[in-house]
Nanobody, 115 residues
């Protein structure tokens, strides 16, 4: 099956930074929106940030001002720059790409923030 591929997760100290990358296969066309979700143990998956085909960006209130989503269309890659990381940001981060009738997912990359 076709899926997205995340990278860039790891262990960082509170207050540190990390940049996640998501590679989108060229075979996936007509994407309307890309973004990031995260899921921590015992918690529901939550939306972190999205960017539409027209460039409209939306952030969860918990990350606004700290995280930045961006994309490089030439490389078919979407990024999540995470600054001022907190322990509560610890989670598996998953990239997603939305078409009109289907949502693609990556396998997730672990982000652990130590305090």
């Amino acid at each position: 099956q076709v899926q997205l591929v995340e990278s860039g997760g790891g262990l960082v100290q509170a207050g540190g930074s990390l940049r996640l990358s998501c590679a989108i296969p060229g075979s996936i066309s007509s994407i309307r929106e890309t973004g990031w979700y995260r899921q921590a143990p015992g918690k529901q998956r939550e939306l972190v940030a999205t960017i539409t085909e027209s460039g409209t960006i939306n952030y969860a209130a918990s990350v606004k001002g700290r995280f930045t989503i961006s994309r490089d269309n030439a490389k078919n890659t979407v990024y999540l720059q995470m600054n001022s990381l907190k322990a509560e940001d610890t989670a598996v981060y998953l990239c997603t790409a939305l078409k009109a009738w289907y949502r693609y997912w990556g396998q997730g990359t672990q982000v652990t923030v130590s305090s």
